[in-house]
């Protein structure tokens, strides 16, 4: 079955250092892997993809992900954190035998930039 | 950007009252909806496929009766909350996708914060 973790619960950086939130997946194929992040009580907000091609992938506000097949992982990155960068964070995955019409998501991971 | 409301963003309603939330896509046909509910500091469950024309996709454990899905037209999906409890409080998202586009991005509504007294 497909899967995404995201393996931990809180990310906590301050202000300005680089900051990961992790995700890894398990599915068959070629996946589709997205991010997205959460303000409170607001919907999701589309960050970045990978579909194909080059491994570094840039999004918006800054952020970039890194997709490595061997290690079936898709790390989100942003070399210098902002406060208002804190929030929930997505990583979700389409693709084998779900098929690519449904989302998969991870459980999320809450990010705290601290001044 | 293509955009997705969702309305009303947030309602409180007497138990055993039915609630209807409407999901839009606002410059794009959606042939396919998703309808999600968010606990509290939890993921997304996904609760049901909409597609237009045809009848809803729910997911293992989703009460159909319930949780009614209408996907009348290709811009708009209706969930309705029948004969709401309190336990059916919750935050409720719709996404919509592009037609064939599985390589694009889910665009999300704001969502709906359901409060049942």
């Known amino acids: 079955a497909q899967s995404v973790a995201q393996p931990e619960d809180q990310v906590n950086v301050a202000e300005g250092n680089p900051l990961t939130v992790k995700c890894t997946y398990s599915v068959s194929g070629n996946p589709y892997l997205f991010w997205y992040v959460q303000y409170p009580n607001r919907g999701l907000q589309f960050l970045l993809k990978y579909i194909t091609g080059d491994n570094l992938v840039k999004g918006s506000y800054g952020f970039e992900a890194e997709f490595n097949k061997s290690q079936t992982s898709f790390h989100l990155k942003k070399p210098s954190a902002l406060v208002s960068d804190s929030a929930l964070y997505f990583c979700a995955v389409r693709g084998g035998s779900g098929g690519y019409n449904k989302l998969i998501f991870g459980a999320g991971t809450r990010l705290a930039v601290h001044p | 950007g293509a955009v997705v409301s969702q309305h009303p963003s947030w309602v409180i309603c007497k138990s055993g009252t039915s609630v209807k939330i409407e999901c839009r896509s606002l410059?794009?046909?959606?042939?396919?909806m998703f309808w999600y509910r968010q606990f509290p500091k939890q993921s997304l469950m996904l609760m049901a496929t909409s597609n237009e024309g045809s009848k809803a996709t729910y997911e293992q454990g989703v009460e159909k009766d319930k949780f009614l899905i209408n996907h009348a037209s290709l811009t708009l999906s209706t969930l309705t909350v029948t004969s709401a409890h309190p336990e059916d409080s919750s935050f409720y998202i719709c996404?919509?996708?592009?037609?064939?586009?599985?390589?694009?991005?889910?665009?999300f509504g704001d969502g709906t914060r359901l409060s049942i007294l």
């Open positions: 996404s919509a996708s592009e037609p064939r586009a599985p390589n694009q991005p889910q665009h």
């Open positions: 410059d794009f046909q959606a042939t396919t």
